[in-house]
């Protein structure tokens, strides 16, 4: 499941972000406040947090038919993205020494590669992920882990702007997209035969090792 995602994201993404490229002009949909946002490095690691949540995500997971509708629900998530990445090319109003953004400078560049998160902008992934992740999390164990997960989630999506990664519209396109489709993460479980914390209710599948 994990394989199939990140071959399926990485398609979707990458060819949005091409044919966001492609435009010669982009759209000023930001406020004068914005550009004096100061970059603040500190949320640098914050906002890498969301990446690493998503690749040890799979983990969580003792059975395909546990992964498939969280996994599953990710992939439609970018899939609805990609079209407003190229219909809704952003220009970037920040200003700062790093004009390829954080993946430019931290990955892409000292890799001797083409930066393909530049344009991919609104609605903001980061948003919409973590705040799906976070979800996942809390209907998994419950209890303070609800707390705990969207105490991390609001900060990484707050963090978008603060790493001129990402503007206030695409932070509010993000939230929109999480709550246009988060109702699916329990619809698909039951087509599963999940329970409500999206376990697997199969015989034999041990619940209390998850």
């Not at 530049?118 to 609800?146: D, F, M």
């Not at 978008?160 to 698909?188: D, K, N, P, Q």
């Amino acid at each position: 499941m994990a394989v199939i995602y990140f071959i399926g994201f990485s398609v979707v993404w990458t060819l949005a972000h091409e044919l966001s490229d492609l435009h010669g002009t982009r759209l000023s949909l930001t406020f004068d406040w914005e550009s004096r946002i100061p970059l603040q490095r500190w949320a640098i690691p914050l906002y890498f947090t969301l990446d690493l949540s998503v690749i040890l995500l799979p983990f969580l997971f003792r059975s395909a038919r546990e992964a498939i509708p969280p996994m599953g629900l990710l992939l439609l998530q970018v899939v609805i993205a990609a079209p407003f990445f190229v219909m809704l090319p952003i220009e970037n109003a920040y200003l700062d020494d790093m004009p390829t953004g954080v993946w430019g400078a931290y990955l892409f560049e000292p890799l001797g590669m083409k930066n393909v998160s530049q344009w991919n902008q609104t609605p903001s992934l980061h948003v919409t992920y973590a705040l799906t992740v976070a979800t996942v999390i809390g209907r998994r164990w419950g209890g303070w882990w609800w707390t705990a997960g969207f105490a991390w989630a609001i900060p990484v999506s707050l963090s978008t702007m603060l790493v001129h990664e990402h503007h206030l519209i695409c932070v509010f396109g993000g939230l929109l997209l999480y709550a246009a489709t988060i109702s699916l993460l329990r619809r698909w479980g039951g087509r599963f035969d999940l329970d409500s914390s999206g376990c697997d209710r199969t015989p034999g599948v041990d619940r209390e090792a998850v």
